[in-house]
C-alpha cells in the first residue's frame, strides 16, 4: 500500500509540474545595431508587453515558459541593459532597461511573429531634458511629467514676465497664465490626455501676448502651486512632493505602466509548389552543396554535420526546377569530395545562367546562442541574394536573419554567372541545430530557396 501511495504521488507530482515546464525559452537575443529583441521557445506562446516608467523599462512576460537560468546581458547607449528572469514558476520575464534620462515612443514599439518565435522592434531611445517620464501619447515635449509634479520647459526669451494662477469650474479647472510666453502653433488649442497626478488633460492657448495652459483636474487632484524655475515653470502641489510618490489606485496603470498590444501570431507558410513562378525561357541552374566525402564540413550539437544537412536540401531544390522546366547541373549528387576548383570549373563549363552554393554555418568556442540565416555574394550576384534570402524569410522560421552580405568565397569570386552562397543556418546553434537536423524543417528550406531562384529567373531570363 505504501509503495501504490508513493506511486501516485510521484505521478501527481510529475502531473502538475508539466504545465509549467510545457514550453521553455530556448534563446533570446537583443541586436544593439538593430535595435530588437527576439526569442524562440519550444512551444506556442503569446507574450504581453508593457512599458514602465521610473526607471522606463520594456517588460516582456511569457506565460506558461519557463528557463534553464537567468540571464543579463549589458548593452550600453541609451539601452542600459536586457535580462532574463523567472519571477513565477509559470513565466519566464524579459527586461530592456534603458539608461537614465532616456524613454521610448510605446506607439512605435513594433511586434511580430509565429507562435514560437518573436521579434520586439524599439523605436530609437529618445532623450529626456530634466528628470521625466513622457509616456504620454501627443503631449509636447516642453510638458514635461516629473517625479514632482509637471515642468513646462521654455527658452529664456520666452520667459513669462508675470504668473497668474486661476481655479475655477468648482476646482475642477486650473488656468496658468504666462504673461509674454508663446505657445507653438501646432500645440494651440489643442488638448491631451495626462492621467497623471489626478490631472486628467491639459489644454494649450494663445490669448494675445499670453500662454494659457489649462489642467482638467480629477477629485484626486491635489491644490497646485505655479512658480517660476530656472528653464521655465514649475507646477507642484501646494502640500509638497511627497503627496505624488504613491498615486491613487485607480489612476496606478495609467501612471506607471502602458500596456502595448501584441497580435496574433502569424502561421509560417509553406510554398505551395503548384504556384510557383514559371521561368521565362530555359534556364540552366548549378547547385552546390558544401563540402561531401572526406570532407563533412563543419560538425554541430549532437554531431549534426554540415555535408548532411545541404545534401538533403540541394536534392529538393533540384527537383522543384526540374518540375519547373530547369536544367539542373550539381555539383555533387552524393557523399562525395569535389574541390573548389572543380566546382567553380563545372559551373563555368555549363555556361550556367546562376550558381546557387549551399552551406550551414558553424562557430566555435561553445557559443550555441549564435544562430540565423546569411546569404553571399560577390558581384554580379547580389540581386540574386536578395531575392533567394527574402522568399526564405516570407516562409521558413528562422531564428535569426543575419542578413546578405559581400565575400571573397572562392566559389563566389571564381564563377562567371550571378552566384550566391546561402548559409541555411548554424549547425552549432542551439536553435538551428534542432531545425537543421529535422527532414520537415530542411524541406521547407529547400521549397523556399527554391522559390527565390525561380522567382529569379522570372525577373532575369
Same mark, same amino acid.
Given at each position: 500500500?505504501?509503495?501504490?501511495?508513493?506511486?501516485?504521488?510521484?505521478?501527481?507530482?510529475?502531473?502538475?509540474?508539466?504545465?509549467?515546464?510545457?514550453?521553455?525559452?530556448?534563446?533570446?537575443?537583443?541586436?544593439?545595431?538593430?535595435?530588437?529583441?527576439?526569442?524562440?521557445?519550444?512551444?506556442?506562446?503569446?507574450?504581453?508587453?508593457?512599458?514602465?516608467?521610473?526607471?522606463?523599462?520594456?517588460?516582456?512576460?511569457?506565460?506558461?515558459?519557463?528557463?534553464?537560468?537567468?540571464?543579463?546581458?549589458?548593452?550600453?547607449?541609451?539601452?542600459?541593459?536586457?535580462?532574463?528572469?523567472?519571477?513565477?514558476?509559470?513565466?519566464?520575464?524579459?527586461?530592456?532597461?534603458?539608461?537614465?534620462? %532616456?524613454?521610448?515612443?510605446?506607439?512605435?514599439?513594433?511586434?511580430?511573429?509565429?507562435?514560437?518565435?518573436?521579434?520586439?522592434?524599439?523605436?530609437?531611445?529618445?532623450?529626456?531634458?530634466?528628470?521625466?517620464?513622457?509616456?504620454?501619447?501627443?503631449?509636447?515635449?516642453?510638458?514635461?511629467?516629473?517625479?514632482?509634479?509637471?515642468?513646462?520647459?521654455?527658452?529664456?526669451?520666452?520667459?513669462?514676465?508675470?504668473?497668474?494662477?486661476?481655479?475655477?469650474?468648482?476646482?475642477?479647472?486650473?488656468?496658468?497664465?504666462?504673461?509674454?510666453?508663446?505657445?507653438?502653433?501646432?500645440?494651440?488649442? $489643442?488638448?491631451?490626455?495626462?492621467?497623471?497626478?489626478?490631472?486628467?488633460?491639459?489644454?494649450?492657448?494663445?490669448?494675445?501676448?499670453?500662454?494659457?495652459?489649462?489642467?482638467?483636474?480629477?477629485?484626486?487632484?491635489?491644490?497646485?502651486?505655479?512658480?517660476?524655475?530656472?528653464?521655465?515653470?514649475?507646477?507642484?502641489?501646494?502640500?509638497?512632493?511627497?503627496?505624488?510618490?504613491?498615486?491613487?489606485?485607480?489612476?496606478?496603470?495609467?501612471?506607471?505602466?502602458? +500596456?502595448?498590444?501584441?497580435?496574433?501570431?502569424?502561421?509560417?507558410?509553406?510554398?505551395?509548389?503548384?504556384?510557383?513562378?514559371?521561368?521565362?525561357?530555359?534556364?540552366?541552374?548549378?547547385?552546390?552543396?558544401?563540402?561531401?566525402?572526406?570532407?563533412?564540413?563543419?560538425?554541430? +550539437?549532437?554531431?549534426?554535420?554540415?555535408?548532411?544537412?545541404?545534401?538533403?536540401?540541394?536534392?529538393?531544390?533540384?527537383?522543384?526546377?526540374?518540375?519547373?522546366?530547369?536544367?539542373?547541373?550539381?555539383?555533387?549528387?552524393?557523399?562525395?569530395?569535389?574541390?573548389?576548383?572543380?566546382?567553380?570549373?563545372?559551373?563555368?563549363?555549363?555556361?550556367?545562367?546562376?550558381?546557387?552554393?549551399?552551406?550551414?554555418?558553424?562557430?566555435?568556442?561553445?557559443?550555441?546562442?549564435?544562430?540565423?540565416?546569411?546569404? %553571399?555574394?560577390?558581384?554580379?550576384? %547580389?540581386?540574386?541574394?536578395?531575392?533567394?534570402?527574402?522568399?526564405?524569410?516570407?516562409?521558413?522560421?528562422?531564428?535569426?536573419?543575419?542578413?546578405? $552580405?559581400?565575400?571573397?568565397?572562392?566559389?563566389?569570386?571564381?564563377?562567371?554567372?550571378?552566384?550566391?552562397?546561402?548559409?541555411?543556418?548554424?549547425?552549432?546553434?542551439?536553435?538551428?541545430?534542432?531545425?537543421?537536423?529535422?527532414?520537415?524543417?530542411?524541406?521547407?528550406?529547400?521549397?523556399?530557396?527554391?522559390?527565390?531562384?525561380?522567382?529569379?529567373?522570372?525577373?532575369?531570363?
Amino acid at each position: 500500500m505504501k509503495l501504490r501511495w508513493y506511486i501516485l504521488s510521484v505521478l501527481a507530482a510529475v502531473f502538475f509540474a508539466l504545465p509549467a515546464e510545457a514550453t521553455r525559452l530556448l534563446f533570446w537575443d537583443f541586436d544593439r545595431d538593430r535595435n530588437s529583441l527576439s526569442f524562440t521557445t519550444d512551444g506556442s506562446v503569446r507574450p504581453t508587453v508593457r512599458l514602465i516608467s521610473d526607471p522606463t523599462r520594456l517588460v516582456i512576460d511569457l506565460p506558461g515558459t519557463g528557463i534553464g537560468r537567468s540571464e543579463s546581458q549589458r548593452v550600453g547607449g541609451a539601452i542600459a541593459s536586457v535580462r532574463v528572469g523567472q519571477p513565477d514558476d509559470r513565466t519566464t520575464r524579459l527586461v530592456v532597461e534603458l539608461a537614465p534620462g %532616456y524613454f521610448l515612443d510605446p506607439q512605435q514599439v513594433k511586434i511580430a511573429g509565429t507562435p514560437s518565435q518573436w521579434t520586439i522592434q524599439l523605436p530609437s531611445p529618445q532623450r529626456s531634458r530634466g528628470t521625466f517620464e513622457p509616456l504620454l501619447q501627443g503631449v509636447p515635449e516642453w510638458f514635461q511629467i516629473t517625479q514632482n509634479g509637471f515642468f513646462i520647459r521654455l527658452r529664456d526669451r520666452d520667459r513669462p514676465q508675470e504668473i497668474t494662477v486661476d481655479r475655477r469650474d468648482s476646482n475642477r479647472q486650473l488656468d496658468i497664465d504666462l504673461k509674454g510666453a508663446r505657445v507653438r502653433s501646432e500645440d494651440s488649442s $489643442k488638448t491631451f490626455t495626462v492621467n497623471r497626478y489626478g490631472v486628467e488633460e491639459v489644454r494649450f492657448n494663445q490669448l494675445g501676448n499670453n500662454a494659457r495652459i489649462t489642467l482638467t483636474l480629477n477629485r484626486n487632484s491635489p491644490r497646485w502651486e505655479v512658480s517660476d524655475s530656472r528653464g521655465g515653470v514649475s507646477i507642484v502641489p501646494e502640500q509638497g512632493s511627497e503627496i505624488l510618490r504613491e498615486p491613487p489606485p485607480e489612476l496606478l496603470s495609467q501612471t506607471r505602466e502602458i +500596456i502595448i498590444p501584441v497580435p496574433l501570431p502569424t502561421q509560417p507558410t509553406i510554398p505551395d509548389r503548384t504556384n510557383f513562378p514559371q521561368p521565362n525561357g530555359r534556364a540552366l541552374v548549378v547547385l552546390d552543396p558544401g563540402h561531401g566525402g572526406k570532407d563533412p564540413g563543419a560538425i554541430g +550539437i549532437g554531431g549534426l554535420r554540415e555535408t548532411d544537412v545541404v545534401l538533403p536540401i540541394s536534392l529538393e531544390i533540384a527537383q522543384i526546377l526540374r518540375d519547373r522546366g530547369i536544367n539542373v547541373v550539381m555539383t555533387r549528387s552524393d557523399d562525395r569530395f569535389i574541390s573548389l576548383q572543380g566546382r567553380t570549373d563545372m559551373a563555368n563549363q555549363a555556361r550556367a545562367d546562376i550558381f546557387t552554393s549551399i552551406h550551414a554555418n558553424a562557430v566555435g568556442d561553445a557559443r550555441p546562442e549564435v544562430n540565423g540565416l546569411e546569404t %553571399y555574394y560577390y558581384s554580379r550576384g %547580389y540581386r540574386l541574394a536578395q531575392i533567394v534570402h527574402q522568399a526564405i524569410l516570407e516562409t521558413v522560421p528562422i531564428a535569426r536573419n543575419r542578413g546578405i $552580405k559581400q565575400a571573397r568565397f572562392y566559389v563566389l569570386r571564381n564563377t562567371a554567372m550571378p552566384s550566391i552562397l546561402v548559409e541555411v543556418g548554424f549547425v552549432t546553434g542551439q536553435i538551428d541545430s534542432r531545425n537543421l537536423a529535422n527532414p520537415a524543417y530542411r524541406s521547407q528550406m529547400a521549397q523556399a530557396i527554391a522559390l527565390g531562384i525561380l522567382r529569379y529567373l522570372q525577373q532575369y531570363p
